[in-house]
């Protein structure tokens, strides 16, 4: 079975500084990725997502992750945090086209003036 | 496009009542998704479909039922209403082919005293 893992519930970091959010992964097969975020009292938004091909994946917001399979990771960064980045980021994997999501539990990121 | 919409945003139940959470998708997808968000603990699963008539569990469906009687519309119903359903519930869809990104709604945050 599938199942995602978010390390960290919680990440601090100052504007300006690097974010990472760790996120791993099972999957018996190749795994389609993906890093939704959720701002306060909102629905989720998809930041972006690996499918085939190119594992450094560029996504909206100057977010990045990168698929590495040898150690079932696809950890989210991004070079300077902003304060309009404070959100809860959520990883998911679907084993194919037609499986369904299964969420990490999320990682609230705060951003410090 | 509207997208995916919910209704209603906000709702405080009774223990014992029954409610209707409605979703509707303009895009006209075949796979839709209803998921329930608890603190700490990502989104899970409780019905989906993949087109009319053809509905599915997923990971915590008791307490609910579904149904899927045209491509829009995929409404969540709650029987007899517990604490435990205390939740913010996500409705979701995507389209049929190798695009797996899922398109979700804005929530409905349900209080259940």
């Known amino acids: 079975a599938q199942s995602v893992t978010q390390l960290g519930s919680h990440v601090s970091v100052s504007e300006g500084a690097l974010v990472l959010l760790r996120c791993n992964y099972s999957s018996s097969v190749p795994p389609y990725l993906f890093w939704y975020v959720q701002y306060p009292n909102q629905g989720l938004q998809l930041l972006l997502k690996?499918?085939?091909?190119?594992?450094l994946v560029k996504g909206i917001n100057g977010f990045e992750a990168e698929f590495k399979k040898s150690e079932t990771s696809f950890h989210l960064t991004k070079p300077s945090a902003h304060m309009s980045d404070a959100a809860e980021y959520f990883c998911?994997?679907?084993?194919?086209?037609?499986?369904?999501?299964?969420f990490g539990q999320g990682t609230e990121l705060s951003v410090k003036p | 496009n509207a997208g995916v919409t919910q209704t209603p945003k906000f709702r405080i139940l009774k223990i014992g009542q029954s409610m209707t959470l409605q979703c509707t998708q303009d895009?006209?997808?075949?796979?839709m998704y209803w998921y329930r968000q608890d603190p700490g603990m990502g989104l899970k699963l409780i019905y989906y479909s993949v087109g009319a008539g053809i509905t599915d569990k997923g990971e915590v469906p008791n307490g609910y039922n579904v149904s899927r009687s045209t491509t829009e519309d995929f409404p969540l119903r709650l029987e007899l209403a517990a604490p435990s359903q205390t939740s913010v519930y996500f409705c979701?869809?995507?389209?049929?082919?190798?695009?797996?990104?899922?398109?979700f709604g804005p929530g409905t945050r349900l209080t259940v005293t």
């Open positions: 979701a869809s995507r389209t049929v082919g190798t695009d797996p990104e899922q398109y």
């Open positions: 998911a994997v679907t084993p194919n086209q037609g499986g369904k999501l299964i």
């Open positions: 690996y499918t085939t091909g190119a594992t």
């Open positions: 895009m006209n997808h075949n796979y």
